[in-house]
């Protein structure tokens, strides 16, 4: 496998964590993009990973008193299914040779100044109400482990502990540059940054959610300190049943500030495009799309690629890392819209439906777990991927097969939650019912299906694809 380009998706539950090795010479490059995932359970899971990787993939580094090389790592964005994995203590045995970040995690970055602000402002407003003990909605609670104590830990890390021990600087990186810029030099290989656009707050936050948010940090600072009496909090002109509704409205004003932070660092995903032997890997981390793009507005990512960068998308790419699980709002098709729309014309120019007498050649790979939200994965959109990609299963025809006693409604489409806001127990459908009978691209929570949590805990589990190179 010496001459072909693989890509290992890591199982992580509802996470990321991809292992890349370029053919270089004698000496292979090695990239790993992201590791994080969503549920604390999973810990061990990423830790198993990250052994794994070194183990049985990496090469011997040089250095004295390392064992293996990562050559670089690659942070999307600030979510802790995407960096909650990187503990120093599992890389502790790892020699890194460069750190890319995204730009919008500079926290010195001259422009991202207000997108830092609200993500801030959000960050103490929703960790304040998770310290409260105040019963959270099911919307804010989903929200609350994007703003908790490990994602500063793990932001802390990648930009300060591990440069520090491996005696580099990391690069916040933007759209334009490449592996060039960054002095990594590979073997007929160019790395190109697509997103996020340096400009941050010009292209992703909007001027409404600026101005909004001036206003709420004007009225929230009377509602900082939840320990503090009343009294010593509320304003002389307002009788407390007043000021006690007005804290009511800032916090719950809170959910819809920490919606469009988590939609804004989910759009400054950093993007690439592997360009290698004439092949094309697209990685996406999280970018969103919109309907089109508009000048000082919230935009979506895949809307700024397309009218910036759009000379790097406008042909077919020979893999494709789906985007955000699976969900909906991460690949750039609309079912209901039509192909002269911006957003269906990024996608069938990203992965074109073939000609009905040639077979579809490129690949993917979808990381997911089903019953973590509702809306991931969207079945229906991993079907649409799997009439243009090759790599495909029938996932229902497969358990059958496998399985004379498997039972999709049992073992698939229903489970039961206890929720959290108001306590009673309740049962979910999941959104797979009627599309796993289709072929749909390789996901990591199917392939793991009818082993249980206790044999994805016990033993690594990944999803590897080899690219040729292209003639």
């Not at 009218?307 to 790419?317: A, F, I, Q």
């Not at 269906?344 to 120019?349: G, K, L, P, S, Y």
């Not at 089903?370 to 990609?389: F, H, M, S, W």
Request: negative net charge.
């Amino acid at each position: 496998m010496g001459d072909k380009l693989l890509v290992r998706g890591y199982n992580v539950g509802c996470g990321d964590c991809f292992y890349v090795r370029i053919p270089n010479g004698e000496d292979d490059f090695h990239m790993l993009i992201d590791c994080g995932s969503k549920e604390s359970a999973q810990t061990k899971i990423m830790k198993r990973a990250i052994r794994h990787l070194e183990e049985e993939a990496l090469p011997v580094a040089s250095e004295a008193g390392k064992d293996k090389r990562l050559d670089l790592i690659v942070v999307t964005h600030r979510h802790e299914d995407h960096i909650k994995g990187f503990d120093p203590e599992y890389f502790e045995k790892i020699t890194i040779k460069n750190i890319w970040i995204t730009a919008a995690m500079n926290e010195n970055h001259d422009q991202a100044k207000k997108s830092l602000r609200l993500h801030n402002y959000v960050s103490g407003a929703i960790q304040e109400l998770a310290q409260s003990g105040a019963s959270l909605s099911p919307e804010l609670n989903g929200l609350v482990p994007f703003y908790s104590i490990g994602n500063e830990e793990a932001t802390k890390t990648l930009t300060k502990v591990l440069p520090e021990k491996n005696n580099i600087t990391p690069e916040f990186v933007f759209a334009g540059k490449t592996s060039d810029d960054y002095k990594i030099s590979i073997k007929d290989t160019k790395i190109t940054i697509l997103a996020p656009e340096q400009d941050i707050d010009g292209y992703y936050l909007g001027e409404e959610v600026d101005e909004s948010l001036r206003g709420m940090q004007d009225g929230a600072s009377h509602f900082r300190k939840h320990s503090a009496p009343v009294e010593e909090r509320m304003p002389t002109n307002i009788t407390v049943n007043e000021f006690r509704t007005l804290q009511s409205r800032i916090l719950s004003n809170s959910l819809a500030f920490a919606v469009d932070d988590s939609d804004i660092q989910n759009n400054v995903s950093t993007v690439l495009l592997i360009e290698w032997r004439k092949r094309r890997l697209l990685f996406v981390g999280d970018a969103m799309w919109e309907e089109e793009y508009k000048e000082g507005i919230k935009n979506g990512s895949w809307n700024v690629m397309w009218n910036k960068r759009k000379k790097h998308l406008s042909k077919p790419v020979d893999f494709l890392k789906v985007g955000h699980h699976g969900s909906h709002n991460s690949t750039p098709w609309n079912r209901h819209a039509g192909n002269d729309q911006e957003v269906n014309q990024i996608f069938n120019a990203i992965l074109p439906s073939p000609n009905n007498d040639k077979a579809p050649t490129a690949k993917c790979i979808v990381s997911t777990k089903r019953k973590q939200y509702d809306t991931i994965p969207d079945a229906e959109l991993l079907v649409e991927i799997g009439k243009r990609v090759c790599n495909t299963k029938s996932y229902l025809k497969e358990f059958r097969k496998n399985n004379k006693d498997f039972d999709p409604e049992k073992d698939i489409y229903n489970y039961s939650i206890m929720k959290k806001y108001k306590g009673e127990p309740t049962s979910r459908e999941v959104g797979d019912k009627g599309w796993l009978d289709h072929p749909q691209p390789i996901r990591t929570d199917m392939e793991s299906v009818g082993r249980g949590q206790k044999q994805m805990l016990e033993k690594v589990e990944y999803i590897d694809v080899f690219i040729d190179p292209g003639n």
